[in-house]
């Protein structure tokens, strides 16, 4: 049945074709239920049509069943197949230089709609929509910038990397770099980007200027063990890339700007696989979400300096920093607990915790607000958003964008004015706030925003926001 109705978009192999890979690992973020909903109904503005009328209900729960399956033998994906998949619609240096759009090209932010799988170029000083566009099947919400905001790297769950030219507002080159893939990162100086796969194991470094592929690097220990990749980073200061490991505890840094892009392998004590860095990339902040506690590693020498006290299931990576008394902390939320920790990072103790409403996923602020805005992602208060003081570590207001509705990720405008909180639904919206007064400002019709990224606060990285 699948043959008949289905390999003709999505390969015979579920690998994917001009349709998205169908296996477990791809469906992650999409419930069985609502995947027999997309076979019975389709998926408007896209391919996907409706199979309701050709199948029976039995029928559609067999194929879901079976696209949830994981295959007997693991998928491969090497380099001739992602030099194959390369596509270049614009080669560098042909479009013009300067932009279609009399906006700001530093306060534009890019918004992920994962409702219908587009994004959304708004004006971030008009607050209103410029260009919306179609992406690759579930994009991953962590788009990255070149080091001059001109262009913006996309990455797909199943694979896809796109190179978007936010100045002529077109996508110039794709390639399919894995199966399953996690994120990427651009390099400090704009010449490569780096993109982490669960599936297969594998780095898999590009050039930034057209997306061709450089070097497939296979991700496995001393002893053979391989693993997947949690995440990518920049580590602009350091001249390298930073690969966080899921399955062996080490650490890899990557040289960008070194001839012949030298490999370190940091070996940890534990897998550590959720990262925080301090502003200088000198000091690692990891934390394991199988296991409790953290741990400060030292780039440089590779080893651990302090550990951190902390429970539940802190995340790190959408942890912030701001200047607090006579100190900097670094704040985040916990996705198992109602509360933020503080933490002081001349001493890595804590400072405070802050009991909120239920467990947290995104954690933003500003350089030029006095306020950090967390919300509760999960359990039946993921309708609230709490803003707290930095000066004083206590909340000043809970809000409830729409009552009953989940409501997560701010982000704020170039000058920190405006902070923009997503209504996570399929009719949703992005709720603007004036980040001095907490009063609503406008609303802008979206679906299911999920991110939204502000280019000067990407590029300048913001203590205020992830990098």
């Not at 103790?349 to 992602?377: C, L, Q």
């Not at 570590?393 to 704020?412: M, N, Y």
């Not at 399929?426 to 990224?453: F, H, N």
């Amino acid at each position: 049945m699948y043959r008949q109705h289905c390999a003709g978009c999505h390969g015979q192999d579920r690998l994917g074709g001009s349709g998205p890979a169908l296996l477990p690992g791809n469906l992650g973020r999409l419930r069985a239920a609502d995947a027999a909903k997309v076979i019975r109904e389709g998926r408007p503005a896209t391919q996907m049509p409706p199979f309701g009328q050709l199948l029976s209900g039995e029928e559609i729960d067999s194929l879901v069943k079976e696209i949830y399956t994981a295959p007997a033998v693991s998928p491969e994906w090497n380099a001739d197949d992602i030099q194959a998949s390369h596509v270049l619609l614009h080669a560098p240096g042909v479009l013009p230089d300067k932009p279609v759009f009399d906006a700001d090209p530093l306060n534009i932010f890019m918004v992920v709609e994962k409702g219908d799988h587009h994004v959304t170029v708004l004006d971030g000083d008009r607050l209103e929509p410029i260009h919306r566009f179609p992406t690759r099947f579930a994009l991953h919400g962590g788009l990255k910038y070149s080091p001059d905001g001109r262009f913006v790297y996309l990455a797909s769950r199943d694979g896809w990397i796109s190179k978007y030219d936010l100045y002529n507002l077109k996508i110039v080159a794709e390639i399919r770099a894995g199966i399953n893939t996690r994120n990427v990162a651009v390099s400090g100086d704009g010449k490569t980007v780096l993109a982490g796969n669960y599936l297969p194991h594998t780095l898999v470094l590009l050039n930034a200027d057209d997306l061709s592929l450089i070097r497939v690097i296979p991700v496995r220990d001393d002893d053979g063990k391989t693993s997947r990749v949690s995440a990518v980073y920049q580590a602009a200061p350091r001249g390298s890339f930073i690969a966080a490991l899921k399955d062996i505890p080490e650490v890899w840094e990557l040289h960008s700007e070194k001839p012949g892009f030298p490999l370190r392998r940091i070996k940890l004590e534990r897998v550590l696989d959720d990262f925080f860095f301090d502003s200088s990339y000198r000091l690692l902040i990891g934390a394991d979400r199988a296991e409790a506690g953290g741990q400060i590693v030292e780039l440089d020498s590779g080893k651990p300096v302090a550990q951190l006290p902390l429970d539940g299931m802190p995340h790190l990576g959408s942890g912030i920093i701001w200047k607090y008394r006579d100190t900097h902390v670094l704040a985040t939320p916990n996705l198992k607990s109602g509360k933020v920790t503080v933490i002081d990072m001349q001493d890595w103790k804590v400072v405070r915790e802050i009991e909120t409403m239920g467990p947290g996923f995104f954690m933003r602020s500003h350089e030029n607000t006095p306020y950090a805005w967390v919300d509760v992602f999960f359990g039946p208060n993921r309708d609230v958003m709490h803003v707290i003081d930095k000066r004083t570590l206590e909340i000043v207001r809970t809000l409830r964008p729409a009552p009953g509705k989940t409501s997560g990720h701010v982000e704020f405008t170039r000058d920190g004015r405006f902070a923009l909180v997503s209504l996570w639904e399929d009719e949703g919206a992005l709720v603007v706030y004036d980040a001095g007064t907490l009063e609503e400002v406008r609303r802008i019709p979206m679906r299911k925003p999920s991110g939204k990224y502000n280019v000067y606060n990407k590029i300048t990285r913001s203590e205020g926001t992830s990098h």
